[in-house]
């Protein structure tokens, strides 16, 4: 570190860089969620993020500048993390930001000042970048920040140029990089050489906006968007190689360092990379877990799993054998809890998913262990890249530990094939919402080019006149619709609720002078709403007045269930975890539907109480309060909100007090008391770490429970017993079929044998081995079929048995039993049986001496075994 450099912990560069922009008039803002408002992005991925509707003109500004210090991640080259010197899944970004106030001058002036003069970089080590038709920024650093020309290198669109997608708004960018090695002169600067340069704040003049032609046109109210990377920052300030060595990283490699029992400092490159990769990716969990994300197969879930898996994984590597995640978070949350205070809040959930995923990879992984052990003991010339990918994506083998393993046994893995099912995978990733997309939506609906948007009368009316604007007829746009016609009405004003926050949309009539029109859906688009109806009487004209009347018994019933949606949550979280959170749901007439983040099943106690709790909630007679407020002002008062929701700067807030209070655009019961009755139907998972909650309220509770009576009476009716005996009854019947399925079962079996045994006779000599390929037709179970393999293969000694049946009308079973002698002539069961599987539509496969398949193709059960029988004869002599 160059003596003049003053040293800064991370914490004081966050803190100064904020109060340099306080002091400058910016409004401090905390760190939005890692899980973004904007659906549109899968998670926080850049400080500007939060600001989009912003930038987009779709919400008014409640201030003209801005700054905070964002949490991010970005996982589209997690493969690099480690390996250099700032490549993070991680990190802080920290922003200023102007919406329509102050443009270049002042942003460069200031970029400069805080640069050298709080954080007291050498300006002859400092070299800026301008796009190359930007004359207007070169100039502003050249003449008025006195940086010489040569300094200031001119780049091309791919690096200083931001647009947010086709068209939309755009603008050049100004980037200021620090000179690691300013000895080396002058005369060859080439900023993409890392290791000599670092960019750390990157200026974005957004003064574009791109239309479909390409056209660049000004923007009235010019924006500047700015980012640096706090870690990068830290590294020059700290003096260290890299940003994992900063201390903001480093306490978390030094933990995992003390319970692996390395010293990380002397420790050769690959384990480093292991440790700075554990360092990186805790600080992510810690903080994604703590935003409200679970661990899943899908979407951010995926994203946490992934990361987490990557901890174990390298963990072992550097030989810790025992759980140590949640070790880990401890000191990462004691790292940053005082910017970060939710992470001791939540510290119970973070540690708790951690040692959850932990325990559940390190069986992953046995199972991994296993496949290779399987794979290498089919002595393949090579493991493919197929099967190495499985193992390093699937098992979480790295593909170092796969190669060191084939090498014992003298087996090489294919590279190539390995790298184009990691390329598949990247791509897969870079399509998974890893950009943020800010194009102007222009195209949605010529209408919403020449329609306001509807006026949505439904919060405190049922019925109201209005005038139609406009229908769709078949997609197209139509100045009249006859009787009969499947029409799109969109009218100046409604009473109708359209779907949206997953309450489906109001049915009811537009009626008028002889006109009659049945509305079965509302639909918004663009903020018009668009009713889906049938003409049942009429002439429906455009301009036409008309009265628009919902269905009310149809919207009581959405109300019950609304409001039911919201109790839910509050016992959720009351009974089970108050970690829980909305993962979507469905508000319908006849039911609704909870989906909710948990890592377990709820007990049937925990069920019965949280129906118990809803039903007194009910009886309490909780009047419910709707009001109006800023997002801020909401979050403050701890109204729940759904993660990933795009709301607005005004929200609508929905409090039953002292019970529950959310954020919600729905419609809802006046008093709890006119839900009635709320009855749980059914809980079950529907992906990992989701659960699901089926339940009724109000009038569809006695509908559910009239079914419910009449099946009970028909089961008892055919039973011949109470209705309090069916369940014995039932018990017993399952009792009586098992019985019978385990002799239907003991009887096949017999029954192969001895077909198989018949079979004898017909084995053939293939020099000092035996074979036997046969079909033993029709109502052999697979399992059958296995046993008279084995049994064939047992009585023949030396050889192979290949049979197939057809257990029922549309399915093959197959089977191959090899022995060890056989097997020595590169005769593998479970290679061998999947290609004659193939010939009847099917597959399959198992270990060298034993293995099934199927396939779904009876017709060609015979010539895939004349195959089979060929083959055999062709790999034994």
Not at 293 to 313: D, P, W
Not at 340 to 347: A, D, F, I
Request: overall charge negative.
């Amino acid at each position: 570190m160059p003596s003049q450099l003053k040293y800064l912990t991370g914490n004081q560069i966050r803190q100064q860089f904020l109060d340099f922009f306080a002091g400058r008039g910016h409004k401090v803002l905390p760190s939005a969620s890692l899980v973004p408002e904007d659906p549109t992005v899968l998670l926080t991925i850049a400080g500007m993020l939060p600001f989009k509707p912003i930038f987009l003109g779709q919400r008014e500004r409640e201030f003209p500048r801005a700054t905070t210090s964002q949490k991010c991640i970005r996982t589209n080259d997690i493969e690099n993390v480690g390996r250099t010197a700032r490549h993070q899944t991680f990190f802080e970004m920290l922003g200023n930001f102007s919406f329509g106030d102050y443009f270049k001058p002042e942003a460069i002036a200031w970029g400069w000042e805080l640069s050298t003069n709080v954080f007291g970089l050498p300006p002859e080590r400092l070299i800026v970048s301008v796009f190359r038709e930007d004359d207007e920024a070169f100039e502003i650093w050249r003449d008025k920040i006195g940086i010489p020309a040569h300094r200031i290198v001119r780049m091309g669109e791919e690096d200083n140029f931001w647009a947010s997608g086709p068209t939309g708004p755009c603008g050049p960018c100004s980037e200021i990089y620090y000179d690691f090695h300013p000895e080396l002169g002058d005369d060859s600067i080439d900023l993409e050489d890392d290791s000599r340069f670092i960019e750390f704040y990157n200026l974005v003049f957004m003064q574009y906006n791109r239309d479909a032609e390409g056209n660049l046109t000004p923007l009235q109210n010019k924006n500047i968007d700015t980012g640096m990377g706090l870690e990068r920052m830290a590294q020059i300030l700290q003096g260290v190689p890299n940003n994992y060595e900063t201390d903001l990283i480093l306490p978390i490699i030094k933990s995992a360092a003390e319970i692996s029992g390395i010293d990380y400092a002397k420790s050769d490159e690959k384990t480093k990379v292991s440790f700075k990769v554990i360092g990186d990716h805790v600080r992510a969990v810690v903080h994604l877990i703590a935003d409200g994300v679970t661990a899943s197969n899908i979407g951010r879930g995926y994203v946490l799993r992934r990361l987490i898996r990557r901890v174990v994984r390298h963990g072992r590597l550097i030989g810790i054998e025992a759980e140590f995640t949640d070790r880990l978070a401890e000191t990462a949350i004691a790292l940053s809890e005082a910017d970060y205070p939710n992470l001791r809040y939540r510290e119970k959930a973070i540690k708790s998913e951690l040692q959850r995923e932990e325990t559940r990879f390190r069986e992953t992984l046995e199972r991994g262990e296993k496949l290779l052990a399987e794979i290498l003991a089919a002595k393949p010339e090579q493991i493919s890249g197929t099967d190495a990918f499985t193992l390093y994506d699937t098992y979480g083998f790295p593909l170092e530990l796969t190669q060191e393993i084939a090498e014992e046994s003298g087996i090489t893995v294919d590279l190539e094939g390995f790298e184009a099912e990691m390329e598949r995978q990247r791509g897969r990733s870079r399509e998974a919402h890893e950009t943020i997309d800010l194009t102007v939506q222009g195209s949605l609906d010529k209408l919403a080019e020449r329609i306001d948007s509807t006026q949505f009368l439904g919060y405190s009316q049922t019925n109201s006149t209005a005038k139609v604007e406009a229908l769709l007829l078949e997609g197209q746009s139509v100045e009249s619709a006859e009787a009969g016609a499947e029409v799109r009405i969109v009218l100046d004003k409604t009473p109708f609720y359209a779907e949206s926050g997953g309450q489906i949309g109001d049915r009811g009539y537009l009626t008028g002078d002889a006109i009659v029109v049945r509305i079965e859906d509302v639909q918004k688009e663009a903020n018009i709403f668009v009713h889906v109806g049938r003409v049942e009487r009429g002439t429906l004209e455009v301009g036409q007045q008309i009265t628009a009347k919902i269905d009310r018994a149809c919207r009581r019933r959405a109300q019950a269930h609304h409001t039911s949606t919201h109790l839910l949550q509050a016992a959720l979280k009351k009974f089970v975890d108050d970690s829980v959170s909305q993962a979507g749901s469905l508000v319908a007439f006849d039911r609704l539907r909870f989906d909710f983040n948990c890592p377990r099943s709820v007990t049937p106690d925990e069920l019965q109480q949280i129906e118990d709790q809803i039903n007194t909630w009910i009886a309490e007679a909780h009047d419910t309060e709707t009001s109006v407020m800023s997002l801020a002002q909401a979050k403050t008062k701890g109204a729940t909100y759904m993660a990933g929701e795009d709301y607005g700067s005004e929200v609508r807030v929905i409090d039953v007090p002292g019970v529950s209070m959310e954020l919600c655009g729905g419609t809802h019961v006046k008093n709890t008391a006119e839900i009635g009755l709320f009855k749980i139907v059914s809980e079950m998972g529907i992906a990992s770490g989701v659960r699901r909650i089926e339940a009724v309220a109000g009038p569809a509770v006695l509908e559910y429970l009239n079914l419910r009576d009449r099946v009970v009476r028909d089961l008892s009716d055919r039973f011949k017993v109470k209705p309090e005996d069916i369940p014995e009854r039932i018990a017993g019947l399952q009792s009586e079929l098992k019985s019978s399925q385990k002799q239907l079962e003991t009887l096949q079996s017999e029954l192969a044998i001895l077909k198989s045994e018949r079979l004898l006779s017909t084995a053939e000599s293939v020099g000092e081995f035996k074979t036997i390929v046969a079909n033993l037709g029709e109502g052999v179970a697979p399992e059958a079929l296995k046993t008279a393999a084995e049994g064939l293969l047992n009585k023949i000694g030396n050889g192979a048995v290949v049979l197939g049946a057809i257990p029922d009308a549309e399915k093959v079973s197959l089977v191959a039993a090899v022995s060890k002698d056989a097997n020595k002539k590169g005769l593998q069961a479970g290679k061998f049986i999947g290609p004659i599987a193939k010939l009847c539509g099917g597959g399959g496969g198992g270990r060298p001496n034993l293995a099934q398949a199927g396939g779904r193709d009876p017709s060609k059960l015979d010539a895939a075994l004349e195959t089979a029988r060929t083959q055999l004869q062709e790999k034994l002599q």
